[in-house]
Protein backbone atom coordinates (compact mmCIF):
# COMPACT_ATOMS: atom_id res chain seq x y z
CA UNK A 1 0.00 0.00 0.00
CA UNK A 2 2.83 2.67 0.69
CA UNK A 3 4.27 1.86 -2.60
CA UNK A 4 1.23 2.47 -4.46
CA UNK A 5 0.75 5.79 -2.45
CA UNK A 6 4.26 6.90 -3.15
CA UNK A 7 3.92 5.74 -6.72
CA UNK A 8 0.98 7.83 -6.99
CA UNK A 9 2.79 10.89 -5.45
CA UNK A 10 5.36 10.65 -7.69
CA UNK A 11 3.00 10.40 -10.55
CA UNK A 12 1.51 13.83 -9.20
CA UNK A 13 4.83 15.30 -9.06
CA UNK A 14 5.79 14.81 -12.55
CA UNK A 15 2.23 15.96 -14.13
CA UNK A 16 2.89 19.24 -12.20
CA UNK A 17 6.36 19.05 -13.69
CA UNK A 18 4.89 18.71 -16.74
CA UNK A 19 2.08 21.24 -16.14
CA UNK A 20 4.68 24.09 -15.70
CA UNK A 21 7.59 23.24 -18.16
CA UNK A 22 3.94 23.54 -20.81
CA UNK A 23 2.50 26.43 -19.65
CA UNK A 24 5.53 28.27 -19.55
CA UNK A 25 6.48 27.04 -23.25
CA UNK A 26 2.98 28.20 -24.14
CA UNK A 27 3.55 31.92 -22.86
CA UNK A 28 6.92 31.66 -24.65
CA UNK A 29 5.65 30.90 -27.52
CA UNK A 30 2.60 33.55 -27.87
CA UNK A 31 5.28 36.06 -26.72
CA UNK A 32 6.38 38.62 -29.50
CA UNK A 33 10.62 38.58 -30.76
CA UNK A 34 11.08 42.14 -30.34
CA UNK A 35 9.62 42.00 -26.41
CA UNK A 36 12.27 40.09 -25.37
CA UNK A 37 14.90 42.48 -26.98
CA UNK A 38 13.13 45.59 -25.60
CA UNK A 39 12.94 43.77 -22.02
CA UNK A 40 16.76 42.91 -22.10
CA UNK A 41 16.35 39.57 -21.10
CA UNK A 42 17.74 36.56 -23.22
CA UNK A 43 15.98 35.71 -26.88
CA UNK A 44 13.35 33.84 -27.74
CA UNK A 45 14.79 31.01 -29.19
CA UNK A 46 17.12 30.64 -26.14
CA UNK A 47 13.67 30.37 -24.16
CA UNK A 48 11.92 28.57 -26.62
CA UNK A 49 15.03 25.59 -26.66
CA UNK A 50 15.57 25.45 -22.79
CA UNK A 51 11.12 25.70 -22.31
CA UNK A 52 11.35 23.04 -24.71
CA UNK A 53 13.95 21.00 -23.27
CA UNK A 54 12.22 21.06 -20.28
CA UNK A 55 8.79 19.62 -21.55
CA UNK A 56 10.84 16.94 -23.59
CA UNK A 57 12.88 16.12 -20.12
CA UNK A 58 9.70 16.26 -18.27
CA UNK A 59 8.05 13.66 -20.87
CA UNK A 60 10.91 11.06 -21.16
CA UNK A 61 13.51 11.06 -19.40
CA UNK A 62 12.24 10.29 -15.35
CA UNK A 63 15.45 11.57 -13.59
CA UNK A 64 14.15 13.97 -10.88
CA UNK A 65 17.57 15.65 -10.68
CA UNK A 66 17.16 17.04 -14.31
CA UNK A 67 13.02 17.61 -13.95
CA UNK A 68 14.15 19.88 -11.13
CA UNK A 69 16.12 21.96 -13.11
CA UNK A 70 13.74 22.48 -15.56
CA UNK A 71 11.45 23.10 -13.02
CA UNK A 72 13.88 26.07 -12.10
CA UNK A 73 14.10 27.59 -16.13
CA UNK A 74 10.26 27.60 -15.82
CA UNK A 75 10.18 29.62 -12.52
CA UNK A 76 12.56 31.94 -13.59
CA UNK A 77 10.33 32.62 -16.92
CA UNK A 78 7.43 33.04 -15.37
CA UNK A 79 8.27 35.40 -12.29
CA UNK A 80 11.19 36.89 -14.22
CA UNK A 81 10.89 36.97 -18.10
CA UNK A 82 6.91 36.91 -18.71
CA UNK A 83 6.29 39.79 -16.44
CA UNK A 84 9.31 41.92 -18.56
CA UNK A 85 7.78 40.66 -21.60
CA UNK A 86 4.01 42.10 -20.74
CA UNK A 87 5.29 44.94 -19.46
CA UNK A 88 7.22 46.00 -22.46
CA UNK A 89 4.29 44.44 -24.31
CA UNK A 90 1.75 46.67 -22.76
CA UNK A 91 0.07 44.23 -21.25
CA UNK A 92 0.04 45.23 -17.46
CA UNK A 93 -2.12 44.67 -14.69
CA UNK A 94 -5.00 46.71 -14.72
CA UNK A 95 -6.29 46.10 -17.85
CA UNK A 96 -5.36 49.70 -19.88
CA UNK A 97 -5.52 49.66 -23.55
CA UNK A 98 -5.38 53.16 -24.15
CA UNK A 99 -8.31 55.37 -23.26
CA UNK A 100 -8.64 58.53 -20.83
CA UNK A 101 -7.98 58.11 -17.20
CA UNK A 102 -12.47 59.03 -16.89
CA UNK A 103 -12.98 55.53 -18.35
CA UNK A 104 -14.64 53.18 -15.62
CA UNK A 105 -14.43 49.55 -16.19
CA UNK A 106 -17.46 49.63 -18.42
CA UNK A 107 -16.54 52.69 -20.74
CA UNK A 108 -16.24 55.86 -20.35
CA UNK A 109 -17.79 57.93 -17.31
CA UNK A 110 -19.46 61.11 -18.14
CA UNK A 111 -20.75 62.43 -14.83
CA UNK A 112 -24.00 61.37 -14.39
CA UNK A 113 -25.39 63.08 -17.37
Not at 34 to 60: E, H, I, Q
Not at 78 to 101: F, K
Amino acid sequence: MLLTGFSLLTSVLYLGLLVIGVVALIFAVLAREDAYRAADKKTKPFWLVVLGLTVVVNLFVPVLILQLAGLVASIVFMVDVRPALRQVSGGGRGGRRGGSSSDGPYGPYNGGR
